[in-house]
Nanobody, 125 residues
Framework: QVQLVESGGGLVQAGGSLRLSCAAS????????LGWFRQAPGKEREFVGR????????YYADSVKGRFTISRDKAKNTVYLQMNSLKPEDTAVYYC??????????????????WGQGAQVTVSS
């Protein structure tokens, strides 16, 4: 059974940093993208970025480009979301997800098969 477990959320002041982790288990992810999404209250789930598990290539939403970095540690089966220069508008529940690699930007939630439980990130002004 595939499990994705996020950790590392919390409260931070604007301009600060947080790192989220997503521990993956239950299958091999060699043909998968590991993505990060976020959802603020009353809003739709929003794509943040993704990483190719095998090749390590990354792709980000414009709203976080240059501030957020996704990486993975194959030995630990863990994906990370390093968030710097945080803004109040980054406040949301952050989810990691895994989806089989397809020839698209993979920005839509329905392109992902497995989801974590979410981690709350709150940025105060």
């Amino acid at each position: 059974q595939v499990q994705l477990v996020e950790s590392g959320g919390g409260l931070v002041q604007a301009g600060g940093s947080l790192r989220l982790s997503c521990a993956a288990s239950g299958r091999t992810f060699s043909n998968y993208q590991l993505g990060w999404f976020r959802q603020a209250p009353g809003k739709e789930r929003e794509f943040v970025g993704r990483i190719s598990w095998s090749a390590g290539g990354t792709y980000y939403a414009d709203s976080v480009k240059g501030r957020f970095t996704i990486s993975r540690d194959k030995a630990k089966n863990t994906v990370y979301l390093q968030m710097n220069s945080l803004k109040p508008e980054d406040t949301a529940v952050y989810y990691c997800a895994a989806g089989r690699t397809v020839l698209s930007s993979m920005r839509r939630p329905d392109e992902y098969d497995y989801w974590g439980q979410g981690a709350q990130v709150t940025v105060s002004s």
